[in-house]
């Protein structure tokens, strides 16, 4: 195989690790533009910390993505009780303004509309008006064989909003006086959003990096305020395969600016024990985002449980791959669960 060939057979795997599918792009993961980034950062931290689990890390089976847009195809459910994740994106996401009187800050994003509902009711388009003249495009796309379009959950998204005491402001043509007031309110959060936005669009568009690289059955992310926090659980005895996770993020050629300045993990030393309760930690720096630590991840080998029955039956339950779970869970955890539900059914 020629150096050419291999660059782009290493371009290309690079692209389906990052965004759950395959196709020819000029770059794996192109960068967003300033409005862009700001916007999926906004996304990241809104989706990031899921209450329950979903079939894929917040609930994103893959992504596609150019400077201006990004597009998000999002799982059917979550939880135990197969909650409707895209009901759930969308009280993360669209800007209601807060019941009178309750002294709340606004819910979703600022400035966030929609555009349209297109692609037969499975494809929701949203951009910003925030920043006029910078675009900033995100589209929902629906699952396949979901039943209900957009238009369904978006109605009664907003019939919900009626009745706690909220006003839609996602099909209003300008920035509302609420989300003015509320981005004013605080500059040095949203200076410090701004500059660490690159960041957060850059992980969001390798999100899928959790879930065809890493064996993680829980993921979560946040912006704290002085870095972007990852938070990941493990059900194996020791973290595993987060090497494999971190090599994706540091990519010279096309992962984020950053690089691991302190690790805090003993996986690799071959007389560590295997043990529960374990912590790897990594600290991120980079040349990009001022003093800010870029990143800091945290891979626990779960203290919730060697049996995991419960994380078991709510992934079936929501419909996540076999093949991911085979290497999310040990053989054991997975065989527990099954003579578990045997005995159960039986009873």
Not at 117 to 125: D, F, K, S, W
Not at 298 to 304: G, L, T
Not at 311 to 339: C, K, N, S, Y
Request: hydrophobic residues 30%.
């Amino acid at each position: 195989m020629s150096d050419r060939s291999s660059w782009e057979s290493r371009k290309l795997r690079y692209w389906s690790e990052c965004s759950g599918h395959s196709r020819r792009t000029s770059h794996p993961t192109p960068a967003a533009s300033p409005a862009q980034a700001r916007l999926e950062s906004l996304v990241l931290e809104r989706l990031g910390t899921p209450p329950d689990l979903c079939a894929h890390p917040f609930g994103i089976t893959s992504l596609s993505s150019s400077a201006t847009s990004l597009a998000l195809h999002l799982d059917a459910y979550m939880g135990l009780g197969r909650y409707s994740f895209p009901e759930h994106c969308l009280s993360r996401l669209l800007p209601p303004t807060p019941a009178p009187g309750s002294g709340d800050d606004p819910h979703g994003i600022p400035g966030l509309r929609m555009s349209g509902i297109e692609a037969g009711g499975r494809q929701l388009h949203l951009h910003t008006v925030k920043d006029p003249g910078h675009t900033a495009t995100l589209v929902l796309t629906l699952p396949k064989g979901l039943t209900e379009g957009w238009a369904d959950i978006e109605r009664r998204h907003r019939h919900w909003c009626d009745e706690t005491g909220l006003r839609p402001l996602w099909t209003t043509p300008q920035l509302d006086s609420v989300e003015s007031s509320h981005l004013s309110a605080y500059p040095s959060l949203e200076a410090s959003r701004t500059r660490r936005a690159a960041v957060g669009s850059g992980l969001l568009r390798r999100i899928a990096l959790f879930h065809t690289v890493a064996a993680f059955y829980r993921v979560q992310c946040w912006d704290d305020g002085d870095s972007w926090k990852i938070d990941a659980r493990t059900a194996h005895p020791r973290a595993r395969r987060h090497d494999q996770l971190l090599h994706r993020l540091c990519h010279p050629r096309w992962g984020l600016p950053v690089r691991v300045a302190h690790r805090f993990c003993r996986c690799a030393e071959p007389d560590a024990p295997y043990q529960w309760d374990h912590t790897c930690a990594f600290y991120f720096d980079g040349h990009t985002t001022g003093n800010d630590d870029p990143i800091y991840l945290r891979v626990h080998a779960s203290p919730e449980g060697h049996h995991y029955d419960r994380q078991i039956a709510t992934l079936h339950q929501v419909g996540a791959p076999a093949d991911w779970m085979a290497r999310a869970f040990p053989e054991q955890a997975v065989q527990h669960h099954d003579r578990h539900r045997q005995t159960e059914q039986l009873q």
